[in-house]
């Protein structure tokens, strides 16, 4: 009896593990180059040879699609809204180990991943023709052309490399971004222009160079004036990702060209433990430059922990970090920018911006050496040629500069509201710490630290030219105990700076304010 119990016992879990086993979604195929496309791809032995085969097959939830590691394929691979995915059981793009395959797309995008969501793309290596080629296309493209203010959810990409991808479309509405000329492209772009695009996006883990347009673009389709609150991508996070040497394009001078990574037309965003450099050095535009790592027209997006350096510009900015037209409730911190041609910390808005800026913060940065060869910038930044700025915060930065900026901050424009407190400026040239063109933007300063190793104290405020730092406190009425400070330099070289800690690490600015008794 015990013996026919023990039988009916193995007989039962066998039952539930060829249960389970029925129930398991998905399947794996498989693209290798000695492989057939007449095969049915779902082995390694009867595996697909090209993407022809898988652009023609309808995939469902929790399929794979493995690319045969460290070997090269030729075109596009395109996942549509004819596929099915789900939450639970996404559809995975990878390689087959930990060599990554390499697609060579040619003058197309390489990843073409239209109209559908809970989607994961992992350990690929993405060639394009080059940035100077009629390659009109990116690395990845992720885009929504559904009407109607649709959300996808669910995008994850992970240890991509993504280069040498233009665009040949350069007309249209002044905004418009076309899914082309990047790296990695996430969006919405539907013929209605509505605020279609993606809910939950992560991208880690990520290099993007090379490229024509940006390194990475996160947007949504344009409008001049959308609804309060009505953004085309929520829930977007980018971490730990490269952005260098996407130049920008020469020939386009309606808009910039050349930058890093521009997170648009999203609410709640992050971007962190990312860098960008060499970006932009071929953008002409005059009604608009390139930066490093940038944010516009969104809301409640965080920017740390990032370093952004030697980004260029033939005209227009060249900046190392902004926050642009149409940014509300934003954050820049723990950031380190340095030797950029442009703005170290930019922060402006523009006329016909989407939504009026408010409510932004920057805190925790440094800046070294930054607006080296733009005479418009200084390493701060700050302006208005729109519908104004409201509730600006800028305290707990650091700005040093040996004199390759024509001045430490510069303000213009009207009607911007601002608080900059707690900073420390230090100038080893006789530059003027602060131009404020004039206007008739409330500005106020408390609790600054003026520090100049060639014993100047100067500025410039609404025309007036101002040598004493006590006048400037009476000029702008700070009240006793929040006095800006003056002082000349000494005993400190500002190359002892590069002996603390890590560039883009808090403890950094904490080793500084140590030093200097800040």
């Known amino acids: 009896m015990k013996k026919l119990k023990l039988i009916g016992n193995i007989l039962l879990l066998a039952f539930y593990m060829l249960l389970i086993t029925s129930c398991k979604k998905g399947t794996t195929y498989f693209i290798f180059p000695d492989g057939d496309d007449n095969n049915p791809g779902n082995s390694e032995k009867f595996a697909w040879q090209t993407f022809k085969a898988a652009n023609k097959h309808h995939f469902k939830p929790g399929d794979k699609i ?14 549509d809204g004819d596929d099915r995915s789900s939450k639970e059981y996404p559809i995975l793009i990878s390689s087959t180990d930990t060599i990554p395959a390499i697609i060579h797309a040619g003058d197309s995008s390489g990843l073409l991943i239209e109209n559908i969501g809970n989607i994961i793309i992992k350990n690929l290596k993405i060639e394009g023709n080059g940035a100077s080629s009629k390659n009109h296309g990116c690395g990845i493209a992720v885009v929504n052309t559904l009407n109607g203010n649709k959300k996808l959810h669910n995008i994850r990409i992970e240890n991509i490399q993504a280069s040498g991808f233009a665009r040949q479309i350069n007309e249209g509405p002044l905004g418009i971004q076309h899914p082309a000329g990047c790296g990695i492209f996430v969006g919405g772009f539907p013929e209605d222009g509505s605020k279609s695009g993606y809910h939950n996006v992560l991208i880690n883990h990520c290099n993007t160079f090379e490229n024509q347009y940006y390194g990475m673009l996160i947007t949504g389709y344009w409008q001049d004036n959308p ?34 990574i521009l997170l648009e037309d999203v609410d709640l965003g992050m971007i962190q433990h990312c860098k960008a450099w060499q970006n932009g050095q071929y953008c002409k535009s005059r009604a608009g430059g390139p930066c490093g790592i940038w944010t516009a027209v969104s809301n409640n997006v965080t920017i740390q922990y990032c370093e952004s350096y030697d980004n260029r510009t033939s005209y227009h900015d060249g900046c190392g970090f902004d926050l642009d037209g149409g940014c509300t409730n934003n954050l820049l911190q723990y950031n380190y920018s340095h030797d950029n041609d442009g703005a170290g910390f930019l922060i402006y808005t523009y006329n016909g911006a989407p939504h009026a800026d408010s409510s932004n913060v920057v805190r925790y940065n440094i800046s070294e050496n930054d607006s080296k060869n733009n005479p418009h910038h200084a390493p701060l930044r700050i302006g208005n040629s729109g519908s104004g700025m409201k509730h600006l915060e800028v305290y707990d930065n650091i700005f040093l500069n040996k004199g390759c900026a024509p001045e430490l901050i510069r303000i213009s424009g009207n009607d911007i509201q601002a608080k900059l407190n707690d900073n420390l400026f230090i100038a080893d040239a006789k530059i003027p710490f602060i131009i404020k063109e004039k206007s008739n933007s409330s500005i106020l300063f408390e609790r600054n630290n003026f520090w100049s190793t060639k014993n100047q104290f100067s500025m410039e405020w609404d025309g007036l030219e101002i040598m004493d730092i006590s006048r400037f406190n009476r000029l702008l009425n700070v009240e006793p105990g929040n006095f800006n400070s003056a002082k000349k330099l000494e005993g400190i070289s500002l190359s002892n700076f590069e002996k603390y800690g890590s560039a883009s690490h808090p403890k950094r600015l904490e080793a500084f304010s140590e030093k200097l008794d800040f």
């Open 66 to 79: 493995l690319l045969k590691g460290g070997a090269l394929f030729e075109g596009q691979l395109k996942i």
């Open 227 to 260: 609804d309060k609150g009505n953004y085309a991508n929520h829930n977007t996070s980018i971490e730990n990702c490269n952005f260098w040497s996407n130049f920008g394009d020469s020939t386009y001078i309606e808009n910039h060209s050349g930058s890093g």
